[in-house]
């Protein structure tokens, strides 16, 4: 009986820890290959294979339904209106902060080049077109193959119930973004701390991880905007 209540934890822990497993590996490989795959325009072919297909082979392998994964529609009521709208005023709050008061962040980004010279060069056109191809594929893996994953792999497998796995699978996901973030500046793994839990909260409630792309998608697009186009004096 010993042994027989030992196989049936390995197998209960399996698809948990493959899926976790395999996730870090994608992320970190990718740091270091992903420039040798990119394809035309700007989008890097690497992310495309890995945050999209590979994830839905490893889901299928593993016995994870789709329909928990957050690909459906968002569900729409009056409390996730007013959380949408909290989102809106955040996204608000940091445009106005990235206008006048990160002129050493933006820095970073610009490499010392005035903003006539990075216009000049289209590198807002290719910064717009790797963005939508990396956060497309960035949050289906994050809030779609991990966050919605994990929580089945928790919940049938462990028996753990679904508020509980929803909270550790919130922190699972924060602590991944946040360390692909500390290889940027500072002040991006520090934002991922508050911006990772609220975005897997607003994919949570509205079941759906199309609104926290499109939040993410926007926080992307307000800071090229101010890398490539805006002055902060």
């Known amino acids: 009986m010993p042994y027989q209540d030992q196989s049936l934890t390995i197998k209960m822990a399996a698809p948990f820890c493959i899926l976790l497993i395999v996730i870090l590996l ?19 072919g690497y992310w495309i294979i890995s945050q999209l297909i590979f994830p839905f082979v490893l889901v299928l392998l593993l016995a994870i339904p789709i329909t928990q994964l957050y690909f459906s529609k968002p569900i729409i009521n009056r409390e996730n209106l007013l959380l949408m709208a909290l989102f809106f005023g955040l996204l608000l709050c940091l445009f106005i902060y990235l206008q006048f008061f990160a002129a050493d962040y ?80 500072i002040y991006e793994a520090i934002g991922m701390i508050f ?7 607003l994919t949570i409630k509205t079941r759906s991880l199309w609104p926290a792309l499109t939040f993410h998608l926007l926080i992307e697009l307000a800071f090229g905007f101010s890398a490539f186009y805006y002055s902060v004096y």
Do not use: D
Not at 29 to 43: C, D, E, K, R
Not at 195 to 201: E, V
């Open 106 to 185: 933006l820095s970073h980004y610009r490499h010392g080049s005035s903003l006539e010279e990075l216009r000049e060069a289209g590198k807002f056109q290719r910064f717009l077109i790797f963005t939508v191809s990396t956060i497309i594929g960035w949050e289906v893996l994050h809030r779609g193959f991990l966050l919605g994953g994990g929580q089945y792999c928790l919940t049938q497998h462990y028996k753990i119930n679904p508020v509980a796995a929803a909270v550790i699978m919130t922190v699972i996901v924060c602590i991944f973004e946040v360390l692909f973030h500390i290889k940027k500046p």
């Open 195 to 201: 911006a990772s839990p609220l975005l897997s909260y």
């Open 26 to 44: 994608t992320q970190v490989v990718g740091v270091y290959v992903s420039n040798n795959f990119l394809a035309s325009g700007g989008i890097k």
